[in-house]
């Protein structure tokens, strides 16, 4: 194992990899923005290195200023939790050149996953389903004719990245020329590509994603499933495992489209399989994730593995201690909690938090970097931490979700916390019968989206 490791994050993520490290007797060193001076993952760090201003371009997402922090503090490791730099090849590359192990995999299985496009081709190969759409980057003209094969709604998506940037929905043939020319202007500001690619729209659909784990030398451990599709724009919101659209077979034939596709692309360590599973029960590749995700405790909580200290044994050169599926128990999930605004289309909410009082109780866990009088900059993401319970079944998980909500005191900032207590209050939630499409068909009757 590693005897001191750079974790190159910030907030909840980076506190998250500090506790495992310090689990491990690892040292770790953290960086910072002079935004993030006082920040949580500076004080449980065992260093902590500043990196630059505010601006995360100018910090977080800046290569030698993290690189010149790992070595000149002797890391031998960097972990990248997510976000940020945790799935750019440019970035494992360099930690590769200056003998630095990143936690994750090569940079060209990196690349290669992260071109959509590839991506795509590579599943096939693999014999993993996916959407039926264009097979590379497409045209315009090429986008008009593959539209008229696959049908009405389709997806435009970017090839070079993912969150909902550079992604149009296009329901009718004359919206179309406009939908590709936003989207690809979209895509080219936020991830330097404009390319783009088409894909039949699934609907109604659901989110779910396998979670891997893979040491390089034919060993893949696959850790169940995980229902994301409470989401708004994209963005997940509420996370679930087991997922009640899944039968045991279904969940098979998934869990194993993952593990062939792990061995396909020689994938080395955890990643995020994440597919769309239309009514018919069919299911469609979206991406790979190859990283931790913000997800990731929804699993550990239902299989007892951490998947963070499995990580860091993946890249310090230990093989799986057990392979094929991971054993589990019980329902959990997850409830992100946001500085944003529901009522106002989900503005982010930078500001102080004045009041924070976590939830206790069996079967809670509450990943956090939030403390009272924590400062929320309005230069990054606006996760101020996750709400993860676990139970015997899924009604049980709801009751004692709801209840740890109830208890939660996050003041300061409007949040995403009533409307977690909406919907898992709701009918909808309750049958599990919802789809991607459930906060926009339920917003009249959640009344944190309408402010009443």
């Given at each position: 194992m590693f005897k001191r490791v750079l974790v190159a994050n910030r907030g909840e993520v980076a506190v998250r990899v500090i506790r495992t490290l310090h689990e491990l007797d690892v040292e770790a060193v953290a960086v910072y923005s002079t935004a993030d001076e006082d920040a949580l993952h500076v004080r449980l760090a065992d260093r902590a290195v500043c990196i630059g201003p505010p601006q995360a371009t100018e910090s977080y997402l800046r290569i030698p200023s993290l690189i010149a922090a790992a070595t000149t503090t002797a890391c031998e490791a960097v972990h990248p939790g997510w976000g940020f730099l945790?799935?750019?090849?440019?970035?494992?590359?360099?930690?590769?050149?200056?003998?630095?192990?990143?936690?994750?995999?090569?940079?060209?299985?990196?690349?290669?996953?992260?071109?959509?496009?590839?991506?795509?081709?590579?599943?096939?190969?693999?014999?993993?389903?996916?959407?039926?759409?264009?097979?590379?980057?497409?045209?315009?003209?090429?986008?008009?004719?593959?539209?008229?094969?696959?049908?009405?709604?389709?997806?435009?998506?970017?090839?070079?990245?993912?969150?909902?940037?550079?992604?149009?929905?296009?329901?009718?043939?004359?919206?179309?020329?406009?939908?590709?020319?936003?989207?690809?202007?979209?895509?080219?500001?936020?991830?330097?590509?404009?390319?783009?690619?088409?894909?039949?729209?699934?609907?109604?659909?659901?989110?779910?994603?396998?979670?891997?784990?893979?040491?390089?030398?034919?060993?893949?451990?696959?850790?169940?499933?995980?229902?994301?599709?409470?989401?708004?724009?994209?963005?997940?919101?509420?996370?679930?495992?087991?997922?009640?659209?899944?039968?045991?077979?279904?969940?098979?034939?998934?869990?194993?489209?993952?593990?062939?596709?792990?061995?396909?692309?020689?994938?080395?360590?955890?990643?995020?399989?994440?597919?769309?599973?239309?009514?018919?029960?069919?299911?469609?590749?979206?991406?790979?994730?190859?990283?931790?995700?913000?997800?990731?405790?929804?699993?550990?909580?239902?299989?007892?593995?951490?998947?963070?200290?499995?990580?860091?044994?993946?890249?310090?050169?230990?093989?799986?201690?057990?392979?094929?599926?991971?054993?589990?128990?019980?329902?959990?999930?997850e409830v992100r909690l946001n500085a944003e605004d529901p009522a106002r289309g989900f503005v982010p909410s930078p500001g102080r938090i004045t009041r924070f009082r976590p939830p206790l109780g069996p079967g809670i866990r509450l990943d956090t970097h939030v403390e009272e009088g924590t400062a929320v900059p309005p230069h990054y993401d606006s996760l101020l931490g996750k709400l993860i319970v676990w139970d015997e079944s899924r009604p049980e998980a709801i009751a004692r979700a709801l209840r740890a909500l109830g208890e939660l005191q996050l003041d300061g900032v409007p949040t995403t916390r009533a409307l977690a207590i909406d919907v898992l209050r709701s009918e909808g939630f309750a049958n599990g019968r919802y789809s991607t499409e459930y906060l926009a068909e339920a917003a009249a009757a959640l009344p944190a989206l309408t402010g009443s």
């Open positions: 945790a799935e750019n090849p440019a970035f494992v590359a360099a930690c590769a050149d200056n003998d630095l192990v990143f936690v994750g995999p090569s940079a060209e299985v990196m690349a290669r996953m992260g071109d959509k496009v590839q991506a795509k081709a590579e599943m096939r190969a693999a014999d993993v389903p996916v959407v039926p759409g264009t097979e590379g980057t497409t045209t315009l003209d090429e986008a008009r004719d593959a539209a008229e094969e696959a049908g009405y709604p389709v997806l435009l998506k970017a090839a070079a990245g993912g969150g909902g940037k550079g992604m149009r929905l296009v329901g009718e043939r004359s919206d179309l020329d406009a939908a590709f020319t936003t989207a690809a202007l979209e895509a080219e500001a936020a991830f330097g590509d404009g390319s783009l690619y088409l894909e039949k729209a699934v609907s109604p659909a659901r989110h779910v994603e396998i979670q891997v784990l893979a040491d390089g030398e034919g060993g893949v451990l696959t850790l169940g499933e995980r229902e994301c599709s409470i989401q708004r724009r994209h963005q997940k919101l509420i996370e679930e495992s087991p997922s009640p659209a899944l039968s045991p077979d279904r969940r098979e034939e998934m869990e194993a489209a993952a593990e062939r596709a792990c061995e396909t692309i020689g994938y080395r360590n955890a990643g995020t399989f994440e597919f769309l599973l239309g009514a018919d029960g069919a299911f469609y590749f979206i991406e790979l994730n190859a990283r931790l995700q913000v997800e990731h405790p929804v699993t550990e909580l239902v299989t007892g593995i951490d998947i963070v200290r499995e990580q860091l044994r993946i890249a310090a050169g230990e093989r799986l201690a057990r392979t094929g599926r991971a054993e589990r128990r019980g329902h959990a999930i």
